[in-house]
């Protein structure tokens, strides 16, 4: 069960602070959206607040799969299995056409901080003859038991639950030889309570779409691969009325992945994404697209570096390693991880080794299924 206090306890009290000041006028019933926008971008007692920090269903900034996470999440440029749908849904039109893949991970999310959240992530992926290839994805963010609080002081009068489901279609299909494009439709549902507070009209649950936009193309350099992709492009979420609608996470990756060895035993795979958020509150998603560049002073700080690495051999077993940098939200942590492959299946492990921050110490598991 999870306390606003809880958060000050941990390091987090000048943040909240900050935070707060975007949500002072919204959804009073209690602190459970600033809570969760504040452990799920994990930010520390002396960062000030993210640009992502202003939108609301931050779940869908939540990389799934460990084999990902041990390359630093950097996946945009690779995208070969059913994650392609959530990290670069153009990934699939390059895939095996007799390949149908499963993905499935549980995470438990911030355990040095909460012990009620988790994240499931499922995805499906395979290729439809005279179409291309489709594939598709669920998650489910269970935000614990909050506390419920009065609107003018901290005393506990009840609890409730929250979560978050978001489900995904995608498509991918090539324009040429080296080139493709991909898109998703996201449905999103988000239930934070179950009504506003004291005065407050309607009830704490929203509901929105959004889409991803995603280009991969095969360079002429043999074993590079470069890509672009726009995430949650959508209308605003509201909760209590349509004044008081949120943003989604809007941002753009650009990705790179290059193979420099790859032989009956032996494959080297490096990988870099570049990430930048483009939220606004004022103006629509589309506006943001171009205004979030120049609008803002520190807008390149708002920029996370990953980079990783994958050594596979004999297609059985593959070691990882990567690093992720992100100066806003004052995030920098190597990660590191291995994979095994069995015949159709493997399971993959990896570890964040960040240190003074809540992704500390943290582990995720995957599996996958080729059928």
């Given at each position: 069960?999870?306390?606003?206090?809880?958060?000050?306890?941990?390091?987090?009290?000048?943040?909240?602070?900050?935070?707060?000041?975007?949500?002072?006028?919204?959804?009073?019933?209690?602190?459970?959206?600033?809570?969760?926008?504040?452990?799920?971008?994990?930010?520390?007692?002396?960062?000030?607040?993210?640009?992502?920090?202003?939108?609301?269903?931050?779940?869908?900034?939540?990389?799934?799969?460990?084999?990902?996470?041990?390359?630093?999440e950097a996946y945009s440029a690779i995208a070969d299995d059913a994650s392609a749908g959530y990290y670069n849904?153009?990934?699939?039109?390059?895939?095996?056409?007799?390949?149908?893949?499963?993905?499935?991970?549980?995470?438990?999310?911030?355990?040095?901080?909460?012990?009620?959240?988790?994240?499931?992530?499922?995805?499906?992926?395979?290729?439809?003859?005279?179409?291309?290839?489709?594939?598709?994805?669920?998650?489910?963010?269970?935000?614990?038991?909050?506390?419920?609080?009065?609107?003018?002081?901290?005393?506990?009068?009840g609890t409730f639950h929250s979560f978050e489901v978001v489900g995904s279609g995608s498509y991918g299909a090539?324009?040429?030889?080296?080139?493709?494009?991909?898109?998703?439709?996201?449905?999103?549902?988000?239930?934070?309570?179950?009504?506003?507070?004291?005065?407050?009209?309607?009830?704490?649950?929203?509901?929105?779409?959004?889409?991803?936009?995603?280009?991969?193309?095969?360079?002429?350099?043999?074993?590079?691969?470069?890509?672009?992709?726009?995430?949650?492009?959508?209308?605003?979420?509201?909760?209590?009325?349509?004044?008081?609608?949120?943003?989604?996470?809007?941002?753009?990756?650009?990705?790179?992945?290059?193979?420099?060895?790859?032989?009956?035993?032996?494959?080297?795979?490096?990988?870099?994404?570049?990430?930048?958020?483009?939220?606004?509150?004022?103006?629509?998603?589309?506006?943001?697209?171009?205004?979030?560049?120049?609008?803002?002073?520190?807008?390149?700080?708002?920029?996370?570096?990953?980079?990783?690495?994958?050594y596979v051999y004999n297609n059985f077993m593959a070691l990882r390693a990567g690093y992720s940098y992100d100066?806003?939200?004052?995030?920098?942590?190597?990660?590191?991880?291995?994979?095994?492959?069995?015949?159709?299946?493997?399971?993959?492990?990896?570890?964040?080794?960040?240190?003074?921050?809540?992704?500390?110490?943290?582990?995720?598991?995957?599996?996958?299924?080729?059928?």
């Amino acid at each position: 069960m999870t306390h606003p206090n809880n958060l000050k306890r941990a390091g987090y009290g000048m943040n909240l602070i900050d935070v707060t000041r975007f949500r002072r006028e919204k959804m009073k019933y209690c602190g459970v959206l600033i809570l969760i926008s504040a452990m799920i971008l994990g930010i520390t007692g002396q960062a000030e607040a993210t640009n992502e920090s202003q939108a609301a269903v931050l779940n869908l900034l939540i990389e799934p799969g460990a084999k990902q996470a041990g390359m630093g999440e950097a996946y945009s440029a690779i995208a070969d299995d059913a994650s392609a749908g959530y990290y670069n849904p153009a990934g699939l039109a390059f895939q095996d056409r007799n390949a149908k893949n499963l993905q499935f991970m549980h995470m438990n999310w911030l355990p040095s901080l909460v012990d009620d959240m988790y994240y499931e992530y499922l995805a499906y992926s395979q290729y439809a003859e005279g179409w291309g290839h489709f594939g598709f994805n669920i998650i489910y963010f269970n935000m614990g038991e909050q506390f419920r609080t009065t609107s003018v002081s901290s005393d506990i009068i009840g609890t409730f639950h929250s979560f978050e489901v978001v489900g995904s279609g995608s498509y991918g299909a090539t324009m040429t030889d080296n080139l493709s494009l991909g898109l998703s439709l996201k449905a999103i549902y988000s239930k934070l309570a179950e009504s506003g507070q004291e005065a407050e009209k309607g009830k704490g649950i929203g509901t929105s779409f959004a889409l991803d936009f995603g280009l991969m193309y095969k360079t002429a350099v043999e074993g590079l691969t470069l890509s672009t992709v726009i995430h949650n492009l959508g209308p605003k979420i509201s909760y209590i009325d349509v004044t008081q609608a949120d943003p989604l996470p809007l941002n753009v990756v650009f990705g790179a992945a290059y193979v420099p060895i790859e032989n009956e035993f032996n494959k080297v795979t490096f990988v870099l994404d570049i990430y930048k958020p483009l939220v606004r509150r004022q103006g629509s998603a589309f506006e943001a697209l171009y205004k979030a560049w120049y609008d803002e002073e520190n807008e390149f700080e708002q920029v996370d570096f990953k980079v990783g690495g994958e050594y596979v051999y004999n297609n059985f077993m593959a070691l990882r390693a990567g690093y992720s940098y992100d100066k806003d939200g004052e995030l920098q942590s190597p990660t590191f991880g291995v994979g095994i492959i069995w015949d159709k299946m493997n399971v993959d492990i990896a570890y964040y080794g960040a240190r003074d921050n809540p992704m500390q110490d943290s582990m995720r598991f995957s599996f996958g299924y080729n059928f």
